[in-house]
C-alpha cells in the first residue's frame, strides 16, 4: 500500500466551494442517502422473510431496528412500517404476500423520495377498501408517487384524501351511538408480515378482567446492569398475553377435550422431522417451520404426530416426554424462573425445555431440562446460543460468537434459590 492510500481523507472546506456546487452537492447526498435507506430496507425485509429475527431475540421487526439503531419507539415503528410496506412478506404455505406500494418501492430505490413521502402514500394506501380492485388501487398509487417526486408529505397527504373519496365515495360506515350492548366477538386473523393475531370486541366487564389479569403480567422487566427493558407497552402486553394463554390453558378447571386436558397437534413427515427440514402442521393454524414445530413440542400440551412416506401415522407422541410435578418442582427450586441471563420471568410463565431435543432422544430428566420464558425459549430453538448444566447442576448459556468470540457462559443472576 503506499504512501498516499495510507494517508487520511481530508474534509472538505465547503468554505471554498461555490454556491452552486453547494446546492447541487446536498442534492446528491439527498438521493445517495435515499438509496442507501432503500438498500437497508430491502436488507430489513429479507431478514423478515427469513423468519430470523428471533437470532438475536427480537420479537418483531420494530424492535430489532430500535435496538439495532438506537433510535426512538416512534422511528423504529415508521421503519418497520416502511419495510413491510415496499416489500413482500413472508409466505404462510404459498406464494409470499405482495407489497402495499411496490411502485413507492421503485421510486425509494432510486432515491426519488425519502421517508416522509413514503410514510404519506402508504398510509393512503393502506385506508383504500379490499374492495377496490387492483389495477384502481396501482392507478391511484402512481399518481402520489409522480406527485411525491417534486412535492412534500402534505401535499402527498392532501392528494390523497382526495384519492380515497374518489376510490370509496361511500366513507367508511357510521359509527355505531349506542355501544352499551356490546355484543362480543373474536376473530383469529394474519398479518402481512406473516404473524398471526386475534381482533377483538368486548363487553366492558370481560374488558376489565382481561386488563385487570394482563396489567401486573405486562409491567417493565427489572433493569439488568443498567439497561432497562426495550419492550414497548404492546410489546409488554403481547408477551402478557401469549404466558396468559400457557396459564389459563394448563388449568384442570378448562373443558378437556376427549376426556384429556388442553392440547394441540403437530404433525410432520419423519424425513423432515430427521432433517429438520420443511412444514409441519399445526392443527388449528396450517402450515408452520420445523423450527416452530421443535419449539411448540417442548410444550407437554402439544402431541407431537409423525407420519411415514405413505402418511400413515408412525408415532403419536410419548408419554415420557411430559415434566412430571415433581420434576416442575425440582425445576422450581433450581432455575427460580427463565434460567436465561438477565431474564427475570417467574416460574409459573415458563416452559420446561429439553437442552438435547426430543428427537435427538434427549431425556426427560432434571439434567436434561430448563426452565424458559416464551421469549427465550424461542431464542434458544432459533438461534446460536447454547445451554448446558455445569458440573455443580446449575444451567448456564454461551452467546454465539458474533455477540461474545470469547464464548464465556453465562449465568442468570435474577432469582433467589434455596
Not at 19 to 45: M, S, W, Y
Request: neutral net charge; aromatic residues 4%.
Amino acid at each position: 500500500m503506499s504512501s498516499d492510500d495510507a494517508a487520511p481523507k481530508t474534509t472538505t472546506e465547503w468554505w471554498r466551494v461555490d454556491t452552486a456546487t453547494l446546492h447541487a452537492r446536498k442534492q446528491e447526498l439527498e438521493v445517495l442517502k435515499r438509496q442507501l435507506d432503500a438498500e437497508q430496507n430491502a436488507i430489513l425485509a429479507e431478514i423478515n422473510s427469513r423468519g430470523i429475527r428471533g437470532c438475536s431475540g427480537h420479537s418483531t421487526l420494530a424492535g430489532l431496528i430500535l435496538e439495532d439503531f438506537l433510535v426512538s419507539d416512534k422511528e423504529a415503528a415508521a421503519r418497520a412500517d416502511r419495510v413491510l410496506a415496499l416489500h413482500p412478506g413472508p409466505s404462510i404455505g404459498g406464494d409470499p404476500e405482495p407489497p402495499l406500494a411496490p411502485l413507492t418501492a421503485e421510486a425509494a430505490s432510486e432515491g426519488a423520495i425519502g421517508g416522509g413521502q413514503i410514510d404519506a402514500i402508504i398510509k393512503t394506501l393502506a385506508r383504500i377498501p379490499s374492495s377496490v380492485p387492483d389495477e384502481d388501487v396501482r392507478a391511484g398509487e402512481k399518481i402520489l408517487v409522480e406527485l411525491a417526486r417534486h412535492a412534500g408529505p402534505r401535499q402527498i397527504a392532501r392528494a390523497g384524501r382526495r384519492l380515497l373519496d374518489e376510490l370509496d365515495p361511500d366513507g367508511k360506515e357510521p359509527r355505531n351511538e349506542d355501544p352499551k350492548d356490546t355484543r362480543p366477538e373474536l376473530r383469529f386473523i394474519k398479518h402481512r408480515d406473516g404473524t398471526l393475531g386475534l381482533k377483538a370486541r368486548l363487553d366492558l366487564e370481560t374488558y376489565a378482567r382481561l386488563k385487570s389479569d394482563l396489567d401486573p403480567m405486562a409491567k417493565p422487566h427489572k433493569a439488568v446492569d443498567g439497561v432497562r427493558d426495550a419492550r414497548t407497552q404492546d410489546e409488554r402486553y403481547g408477551d402478557a398475553f401469549t404466558d396468559y394463554v400457557r396459564l389459563k390453558t394448563t388449568s384442570r378447571n378448562l373443558p378437556g377435550q376427549a376426556g384429556e386436558a388442553t392440547h394441540i397437534l403437530v404433525t410432520m413427515s419423519y424425513g423432515d422431522l430427521i432433517r429438520d427440514i420443511g412444514e409441519a402442521h399445526l392443527d388449528l393454524v396450517g402450515p408452520i417451520s420445523a423450527t416452530d414445530a421443535r419449539i411448540l413440542a417442548c410444550d407437554a400440551r402439544v402431541r407431537p404426530g409423525v407420519l411415514g412416506t405413505a402418511g400413515e401415522p408412525l408415532d403419536i407422541g410419548r408419554s415420557k416426554r411430559t415434566v412430571s410435578l415433581a420434576q416442575k418442582y425440582a425445576l422450581t427450586l433450581r432455575d427460580g424462573g427463565c434460567a436465561f441471563p438477565g431474564c427475570d420471568m417467574p416460574v409459573p410463565r415458563c416452559t420446561a425445555h429439553h437442552i438435547v431435543f426430543w428427537r435427538h432422544h434427549g431425556e426427560t430428566k432434571i439434567d436434561n431440562l430448563v426452565l424458559l420464558c416464551t421469549k427465550h425459549h424461542r431464542l434458544i430453538h432459533r438461534s446460536e446460543w447454547k445451554v448446558q448444566i455445569a458440573q455443580d447442576g446449575l444451567p448456564e448459556f454461551t452467546p454465539p460468537t458474533y455477540l461474545d468470540p470469547t464464548g464465556t457462559p453465562r449465568r442468570n443472576t435474577m432469582h433467589l434459590r434455596t
